[in-house]
T-cell receptor
Framework: DAKTTQPNSMESNEEEPVHLPCNHS???????IHWYRQLPSQGPEYVIH???SNVNNRMASLAIAEDRKSSTLILHRATLRDAAVYYC??????????FGQGTRLTINP | SAVISQKPSRDICQRGTSLTIQCQVD?????MFWYRQQPGQSLTLIAT?????????ESGFVIDKFPISRPNLTFSTLTVSNMSPEDSSIYLC????????????????FGPGTRLTVL
């Protein structure tokens, strides 16, 4: 299974953008980049995924490097409810999600 | 999106006993996944449960310890057998989203989890 590397923790202020980085230098051509988050005392929640092009949805944006060896999850305007552990995961055709340790995001009011 | 429920939501059990956790989905799905989240840790995949076939276990997990049933396309159970305090974890099931007729690289939906404490 391909591995990802994320900072253990990040901190940001409410109503400011947040950029969460992820390195995945061993990504294969068919791996999709998925982001999930886990709010306290809840199961993981899907955020966004992409293959090569940048992606936007109502929750976030995903910026993928041209060589696909890194990506960045962008929360455009963080709220206190965005405080969670964010996981960057590479998904292959088997659809298994292999979770790393993720980034614990703290949002300051 | 799929709505997933799990029972029980939490339980406290004595060592040496077994607990069966149920996962119910509101739509038919071919694949279901079972995860474990130990205290303060990330999620670890236990097994993939496909309807009509034996579950596929990840390295470090065996059928005798974590037997899985998948009787139909909306339901699965995971049993934690002969429990020890090291089995104290949150156990979660998840299912992928079906996009049209394609089980692709789509998002997965997770149940709320079963919090197990073994004394």
């Amino acid at each position: 299974d391909a591995k990802t590397t994320q900072p253990n923790s990040m901190e940001s202020n409410e109503e400011e953008p947040v950029h969460l980085p992820c390195n995945h230098s061993t990504i294969s051509g068919t791996d999709y980049i998925h982001w999930y988050r886990q709010l306290p005392s809840q199961g993981p929640e899907y955020v966004i995924h992409g293959l090569t092009s940048n992606v936007n949805n109502r929750m976030a944006s995903l910026a993928i490097a041209e060589d696909r060896k890194s990506s960045t999850l962008i929360l455009h305007r963080a709220t206190l409810r965005d405080a969670a552990v964010y996981y960057c995961i590479l998904m292959d055709g088997a659809q298994k999600l292999v979770f790393g340790q993720g980034t614990r995001l703290t949002i300051n009011p | 999106s799929a709505v997933i429920s799990q029972k029980p939501s939490r339980d406290i059990c004595q060592r040496g006993t077994s607990l069966t956790i149920q996962c119910q989905v509101d739509s038919q799905v071919t694949m279901m996944f079972w995860y474990r989240q130990q205290p303060g840790q990330s999620l670890t995949l236990i097994a993939t449960a496909n309807q009509g076939s034996e579950a596929t276990y990840e390295s470090g997990f065996v059928i005798d310890k974590f037997p899985i049933s998948r009787p139909n396309l909306t339901f699965s159970t995971l049993t934690v057998s002969n429990m020890s305090p090291e089995d104290s974890s949150i156990y979660l099931c998840s299912v992928p989203r079906l996009a049209g007729d394609v089980w692709g690289y789509n998002e997965q939906f997770f149940g709320p989890g079963t919090r197990l404490t073994v004394l």
